[in-house]
């Protein structure tokens, strides 16, 4: 009897024991960070001023919404070539404002290989473990080109460049009216030894071991076919440009809202982009000019296999080649709107409209100002693109520009689509 008493109570207490874990778990589940946001802006030369007025408009609209609710914010800043600091932005409700807590500091440019970007990645992990994790990043952006295939960077620009740079000790600019004319594209980094290529990106992301929820690139031509491909496996979702971002970026203070949350609202997101640079008119300056789009990296696949299919059973006609919308300022050009492109090269209506029912799966918002402004100042006296057509993604599979004709096949887009 004593023994059976004795067994009854162990029974009891095991099972109370396991009643009480379960209800850790869950409570740890419950209140676990449910998103890690990285804010990712290695170096990127004559950008880093505007990168700080960046974190500036987060910070603010973090203090607007006196704080960032079960999400958590890691910056990585890079204030010189080889010196850069991952920190975390967390809310002072004392005080009301942001605080930057120091994580680690980074000597060298290890931001360039896919080692580098694991290791700053697993370092977010370690620090600020999450269910969902983003990244924001912000830099000089050419969609999915190699660096290796430039002569110059971007191809044929120098001359121009020095131009615009010149122009930049004008009294106007130093009045602070002309900076903001430029964009995230003009000025990039000369030295491919602090630029990073989109598959190392993609490689980074895989060392790490996650899948973003979304990648929004505050960059210039990233929003490309050939770059959703090449991402696939490593986020669900992009936020991008088919042409070029004006120097000021993103308006974080807007968008913030629709972003830092386990489920963002990306037409949301996508539409405050577009209502600020319809109004966008520093120092009395209209600048209406922008485009961005989201993109479901989940569809890309089926994308792909469709468009194996249309390039498998016809080929451009080279004298419509002209008549395709371009997205870009480069001669000859480099980004085509990729839906114009796949109707002017695909005469069946059946397999054109499979390709067209899926488009308005993978687009899940696109916007775009009139007009949209280029300052690569290849082609002498073009300030401007006034696209007839923009699916919301571009694509180059019909460029015969140097830079395609030298590094697309080596894209994991050409590959799975010719």
């Known amino acids: 009897m004593t023994r059976r008493l004795t067994q009854t109570l162990c029974l009891l207490a095991i099972a109370m024991m396991a009643l009480v874990a379960c209800g850790d778990d869950e409570e740890t589940v419950e209140d676990m960070n449910k998103q890690t946001i990285l804010i990712y802006m290695p170096w990127a030369g004559n950008l880093y001023e505007f990168f700080t007025e960046n974190i500036d408009s987060i910070e603010s609209a973090i203090v607007a919404n006196k704080g960032m609710g079960k999400s958590r914010v890691m910056l990585y800043l890079s204030e ?175 968008m913030w809202d629709y972003l830092c949350t386990p489920t963002p609202n990306y037409a949301a997101a996508v539409k405050e982009f577009l209502t600020f640079y319809q109004n966008y008119a520093p120092y009395g300056e209209p600048l209406h000019f922008g485009t961005l789009s989201a993109i479901d990296c989940r569809e890309m696949d089926k994308v792909a296999e469709i468009m194996k299919h249309v390039n498998e059973s016809f080929q451009l006609d080279e004298n419509l080649r002209d008549s395709i919308q371009r997205l870009d300022g480069f001669a000859p050009v480099l980004f085509y709107d990729f839906m114009d492109y796949v109707e002017h090269v695909c005469t069946d209506p059946l397999l054109l409209n499979k390709m067209k029912n899926e488009m308005n799966i993978l687009i899940k918002s696109t916007v775009s100002t009139d007009s949209i402004r280029t300052a690569v100042g290849v082609i002498p006296g073009m300030r401007f693109i006034v696209p007839k057509t923009n699916c919301g993604i571009s694509v180059s599979d019909p460029s015969t520009h140097p830079v395609t004709t030298r590094s697309h096949h080596r894209t994991a887009w050409y590959q799975a689509t010719h």
């Not at 809310?91 to 360039?112: D, F, H, I, M, P």
């Open 80 to 254: 010189s070539p080889q010196e850069s600091k991952l920190s975390e932005i967390v809310y002072n409700a004392t005080t009301r404002k942001c605080e930057r807590q120091l994580v680690k500091s980074y000597s060298g440019a290890e931001y360039t290989t896919a080692e580098g970007i694991a290791s700053i990645l697993n370092e977010v992990k370690a620090h600020a473990e999450a269910l969902n994790y983003a990244m924001i990043i912000g830099c000089h952006g050419t969609g999915w080109t190699f660096k290796d295939a430039w002569n110059n960077y971007p191809y044929r620009a120098p001359g121009q460049r020095g131009a615009l740079k010149a122009s930049a000790t004008t009294a106007a600019t130093e009045a602070g009216a002309n900076k903001w004319d430029a964009t995230r594209f003009y000025g990039a980094l000369e030295n491919p030894t602090f630029q990073t290529d989109v598959n190392v990106l993609a490689e980074g992301i895989a060392q790490a071991g996650i899948k973003m929820q979304y990648i929004l690139f505050d960059d210039c031509y990233m929003g490309n076919i050939e770059t959703a491909y090449e991402l696939r496996n490593a986020t669900n979702f992009i936020i991008a440009s088919t042409s070029e971002v004006l120097v000021f970026g993103m308006p974080y203070h807007t």
